[in-house]
C-alpha cells in the first residue's frame, strides 16, 4: 500500500509539473512552490537512495551521510566538462541539477521496482517513512500556519551563504573554503560543501532565492523527521512513542542552535550526526569517514560532534560495570555544576581569552548570568523538568544502557560548552532539542505507561513544548518585525533596488552602502559590496562622515577604509537607513557589527546639495532609484 | 514500586510542566499597557495612549545648581543595545543599553515584570570632582505635558493622562519637575558611581 501511495504521489507530482510546463513554460518552475519543495525534497534526499540502491546499505544511516559527498564529486564533474567544452558553469550546472531529479526518480523507482521481486522492504520502508513524516506534517502546519509568514525569510544566513553558490554559478569560481568565493565570510568556519548542497537548491536552477528559503524551512524538518523517526522506532519500537518523539524534537526552538528550523551548516552538520548515529555502533573506518565529513561541514559545531562520536567510542562504549557508570554519570553532573558555577563567578572564554574577536564585533556576544541561565533553560522550558527525573532514573537504575550516558553526555557538553562562554556560545545548544527528546521518550516508554495512559501523556506533552516553541520562535521573530509588522528579513522597500541591479547590469561594480542593504544586493543582487553586514565599524563610521562633510578628504577616508579593495572604484548606494540615520542623528549602527537597521522607508525627499557637489566633481550621476535609493555612478 | 513512584513522580511532573509552559504563554501574549523600544539612543516605554515615556543617557546631568552643569554623556562614542538582530541568539526578557564616552559609561536595563510593572535600572560610572551639594540626576521625559503628583506613600510620585496612570517607585526619592511639566529628574548626590534601582507601575485603561 505504501509503496502504491508514494508511488502514486510522486506520478501525481510529475503530471502537475507536465501540466505546468505547458501552461506556465518553463520559467514559472522558478516561482512554483510545488516544484521548489519537490527540488528540496528530492535533492535532500537523493543521498539516501544512492546509498539504499547503489551502496545497498540502509537508506538512513551511515552511508548516506556520506553520500552527501556525490554533491563536491557532481560539482567536480562540471567543472572539469567546463574546462574541457569551454562552457561556463552557469550553462553547466541547471543539468547537474536536472540530471538529479532525474537520478532520484530512477533510484526510487528502482528501490520499489527491484525490491518487490526479493520481498517488501520497499513497502515496509516507506510506511515507515511516511510515518515519521506524519508528526512532521502537523509540525510544518503549526509553525507556518500560527507563527510564520508567507515567502518570509527569517535568517540572515541563508542570504550570506548565497553568495557562495552565487559567485561559484555566475563568475566561475571554485573555491574550497566560503571566504575564497565571496568576502562576507570574515573567518573560515566551514568548506564549501555546505554550499554546494545549497546551490544545487536554489542557485544552480534558478529558482527564487526568497521562495527557496521559505520552502527550505518548511521541507528541512520533514526530511530530519524520518532518521529521528527511525532512531526512536529502534529504541521503543513503538510508532506512537516515536512519532511523539520527533514532534517533540521539532518543536524545540534553540536560541543560535535553530536544530531543525533552518537549513545552515551547522544544522546540516547536526542532519549529518543523526544520520551517523542510526548505526549501533560506528566502527574506527566509519568514525574517521565521518569526523572529516562533520569538521568539513562546520568547523567548529562540526568538530564538537565529531569530539562527541569519538567521545562515545574511547569513553562511553568502554564503560562496563555498573561503578564506572555510576562515576560517569555523576562526573556528567559534576561538570554541568562546574562549568555552571564558574560562569556564574565570571568566568567567560569571550572575555578573557577572545578580546580580539570581541573587539571586531564591537561587544560581547554572550548574555551573562542571570540571564544566560534564563535563555539556556527557555530552549526546553518544562521539558527540563523530565530530563532532570530521566538523568535521576538513569541514576538509580539497576540497570544503566550507554545509550543513556551518551545521551546525557552530549546534553552535558552542550551545557559545559555554553557555560565556558566562547563567543556565540549558544550555538552549543544545538542538538539539545534531538538529544533531550530522545532521552526523555526513551524514559517515559520504559515506564511502560498503559495504552490510555499514554495517550494522556501524548495530549500532555505535546502542549508543553508546543507553547513553549511558539513562545520561543515569536520571540525571535520579533528581531526581523517590521514597521508594518512582517516578520521577514526581506523588506518590501528593497524590492526595488533588486530589480534595478536586475535589468541593470552592475556586477563589475564594488557597491559601497549600510550594511543591511549591501547583504540584501550581495545575495540577491550578486554585488561586491564591503563585507555586506559585516562591514567593518571604521568603514562604516568613514561612510557617514563622507555622507555628512563631503569632501575630497573624506572621500579619500572612505576610499582607505578597511574592507575596500585598493585602487577599486566603489559606487556608493544612498539609502533610507542611511538618509535617516543623517537626518535622525542614529548612529547605533556604528558601534556594533550586528547592529543591522531593517526598516528601510524613511523616504529620501532630497539628497544633501554638498554630496551633489561632490558626486559631481568625481563626475557621478545621482539615480533615483525610488524613494529609498539613490545610486551615485 | 519503584516504577510505580516514577510514574507518579513523571505525572506530577507533566503537570507542572503544563501549568508552567500555560504560564509562560499567558505572560508572552497577555494585553501589555506598555511597549519597549530599544533602537535609537534611547529606550522608550510606549504608552497604548500613543504617548512615550523616554529615558535617555544624553539628558543625564551633573549640576550644582549654581556654577556647574554638566551633561556627561552628550558627546556618546559607543552604544550598544541588545536589540539588534544577531543579539536575537542571545535574546532575554530584558532591554538593555550600554553607553560610553571617554571617561563615562552608563548601563540602562529595563525589565518588565509582568503586563504592568517594570523595572528599570541605570548605572552610572562618571568621573567629576566631588563638590559639595553637587548631584546627579536623570530625567524621565514624557511626550506630553503632565502634572505629577507625590503619592503620599514614600518614594512614589504618579501621573495620569489619557487613561493611562504612571507610577515611579524610587527608593531614595529626590526630585524635580521641569517647568514644561514634561520631565521629571530624579536625582541623587553624586558619587563616581551613581545607582537607579525604580519601579514603575503602568496601568491603562483597555
Known amino acids: 500500500m505504501f509503496d502504491a501511495i508514494s508511488l502514486t504521489i510522486n506520478i501525481g507530482m510529475l503530471g502537475y509539473f507536465m501540466f505546468s510546463l505547458f501552461t506556465g513554460g518553463l520559467e514559472s518552475f522558478a516561482n512554483n512552490y510545488v516544484f521548489i519543495g519537490y527540488l528540496i525534497f528530492t535533492t535532500l534526499t537523493l543521498p539516501n537512495f544512492l546509498a539504499r540502491v547503489i551502496f545497498k546499505s540502509r537508506i538512513f544511516g551511515f552511508v548516506s551521510a556520506l553520500s552527501f559527498l556525490y554533491f563536491p564529486i557532481q560539482f567536480l564533474l562540471q567543472v572539469i566538462v567546463a574546462n574541457l567544452t569551454g562552457l561556463s558553469l552557469s550553462e553547466i550546472l541547471p543539468f547537474g541539477v536536472i540530471f538529479n531529479l532525474i537520478l532520484w526518480n530512477v533510484l526510487f523507482l528502482l528501490f520499489v521496482i527491484g525490491d518487490n521481486k526479493s520481498g517488501n522492504e520497499s513497502e515496509f520502508t516507506l510506511g515507515e517513512i511516511l510515518s515519521g513524516m506524519l508528526p512532521a506534517i502537523i509540525y510544518v502546519i503549526f509553525t507556518f500556519v500560527l507563527i510564520r509568514q508567507r515567502d518570509s525569510v527569517v535568517a540572515l544566513d541563508y542570504l550570506q551563504h548565497l553568495t557562495v553558490p552565487n559567485k561559484m554559478f555566475n563568475d566561475g569560481i571554485l573555491c574550497i573554503l566560503p571566504g575564497q568565493c565571496s568576502n562576507l565570510f570574515l573567518q573560515h568556519g566551514y568548506t564549501t560543501f555546505y554550499h554546494l548542497v545549497f546551490g544545487n537548491l536554489s542557485t544552480f536552477i534558478g529558482t527564487n532565492s526568497i521562495k527557496t528559503f521559505y520552502m527550505l524551512d518548511i521541507v528541512f524538518p520533514l526530511v530530519v523527521s524520518i532518521p529521528i523517526y527511525l532512531k526512536l522506532k529502534e529504541i521503543t519500537k513503538s510508532t506512537l512513542w516515536s512519532q511523539l518523539g520527533v514532534l517533540l524534537a521539532l518543536l524545540t526552538f534553540v536560541m543560535g542552535g535553530y536544530d531543525f528550523v533552518f537549513f545552515i551548516p551547522q544544522t546540516f552538520a547536526l542532519y549529518l550526526l543523526i544520520l551517523a548515529l542510526r548505526e549501533k555502533e560506528l566502527k574506527l573506518p566509519q568514525l574517521f569517514f565521518i569526523s572529516i565529513l562533520l569538521v568539513s561541514t562546520h568547523f567548529i559545531i562540526g568538530t564538537v560532534f565529531a569530539g562527541y562520536l569519538w567521545f562515545r567510542f574511547l569513553i562511553i562504549r568502554n564503560l562496563k560495570t555498573r561503578k564506572e557508570k555510576t562515576v560517569f554519570l555523576l562526573l556528567l553532573l559534576l561538570s554541568v555544576i562546574f562549568f555552571c558555577l564558574a560562569n556564574i563567578a565570571g568566568f567567560s572564554t569571550e572575555k578573557l581569552l577572545q578580546e580580539e574577536a570581541v573587539k571586531v564585533i564591537g561587544s560581547l556576544t554572550n548574555a551573562y548570568y542571570p540571564s544566560n541561565l534564563t535563555v539556556y533553560i527557555q530552549n526546553l522550558g518544562a521539558g527540563w523538568l523530565l530530563v532532570i527525573v530521566a538523568y535521576f532514573s538513569v541514576l538509580i537504575n539497576r540497570k544503566r544502557d550507554v545509550e543513556d550516558l551518551s545521551l546525557l553526555s552530549f546534553i552535558t557538553f552542550g551545557i559545559s560548552f555554553y557555560f565556558l562562554a566562547p563567543t556565540y556560545a549558544n550555538k552549543f545548544a544545538i542538538g539539545l532539542g534531538f538529544f533531550a527528546t530522545i532521552l526523555i521518550i526513551k524514559y517515559l516508554w520504559k515506564l511502560g505507561f498503559k495504552p490510555a495512559m499514554k495517550i494522556v501523556l501524548f495530549m500532555l506533552l505535546v502542549p508543553i513544548w508546543g507553547l513553549n516553541y511558539f513562545v520561543q520562535y515569536s520571540r525571535y521573530l520579533t528581531f526581523y518585525t517590521q514597521e508594518d509588522g512582517t516578520a521577514s528579513a526581506i523588506v518590501k522597500e528593497d524590492e526595488a533596488i533588486i530589480e534595478y541591479l536586475t535589468e541593470n547590469n552592475l556586477t563589475d561594480r564594488f557597491i559601497v552602502s549600510d550594511p543591511y542593504t549591501q547583504i540584501i544586493i550581495a545575495s540577491l543582487g550578486n554585488i561586491d559590496t564591503v563585507n555586506a553586514q559585516y562591514m567593518p565599524l571604521e568603514t562604516r563610521e568613514n561612510l557617514l562622515r563622507y555622507l555628512e562633510n563631503p569632501s575630497a578628504q573624506t572621500y579619500e577616508q572612505l576610499l582607505t577604509s578597511p574592507g575596500i579593495p585598493a585602487r577599486e572604484d566603489i559606487t556608493i548606494l544612498y539609502t533610507s537607513r542611511l538618509h535617516r540615520s543623517i537626518e535622525l542623528n542614529d548612529q547605533a549602527w556604528l558601534y556594533n557589527v550586528y547592529s543591522l537597521p531593517t526598516n528601510n522607508s524613511y523616504s529620501i525627499n532630497e539628497v544633501g546639495k554638498y554630496l551633489i557637489e561632490d558626486q559631481e566633481r568625481l563626475n557621478n550621476d545621482l539615480i533615483y532609484i525610488s524613494d529609498n535609493f539613490v545610486l551615485l555612478k | ?206
Do not use: W
Open chain 2, 1 to 206: 514500586m519503584k516504577t510505580f513512584y516514577l510514574k507518579l513522580l513523571t505525572i506530577v511532573v507533566i503537570l507542572s510542566g503544563i501549568y508552567l509552559s500555560i504560564n509562560r504563554y499567558y505572560q508572552y501574549v497577555q494585553y501589555k499597557n506598555f511597549e519597549i523600544i530599544n533602537q535609537r539612543q534611547s529606550l522608550i516605554i510606549q504608552l497604548p495612549n500613543t504617548e512615550y515615556i523616554e529615558i535617555t543617557s544624553k539628558n543625564d546631568h551633573i549640576t550644582d545648581y549654581e556654577e556647574i552643569s554638566e551633561k556627561p554623556f552628550n558627546v556618546i562614542t559607543n552604544i550598544q543595545k541588545n536589540s539588534t538582530l544577531e543579539a536575537s541568539i542571545v535574546r532575554t526578557d530584558f532591554f538593555y543599553e550600554y553607553a560610553e564616552n571617554e571617561e563615562n559609561r552608563r548601563e540602562t536595563t529595563i525589565t518588565p515584570i509582568d503586563n504592568r510593572n517594570l523595572d528599570l535600572k541605570i548605572d552610572s560610572t562618571t568621573a567629576y570632582q566631588f563638590k559639595e551639594g553637587l548631584k546627579y540626576a536623570i530625567q524621565l521625559d514624557y511626550s506630553n505635558k503632565t502634572k505629577y503628583r507625590y503619592s503620599g506613600e514614600p518614594g512614589i510620585i504618579y501621573f495620569e493622562d489619557k487613561g493611562c496612570k504612571v507610577e515611579i517607585y524610587d527608593p531614595n526619592l529626590d526630585y524635580d519637575v521641569t517647568g514644561n511639566n514634561q520631565t521629571l529628574i530624579l536625582k541623587r548626590d553624586y558619587s563616581p558611581n551613581v545607582e537607579y534601582n525604580l519601579k514603575l507601575t503602568i496601568n491603562c485603561k483597555e
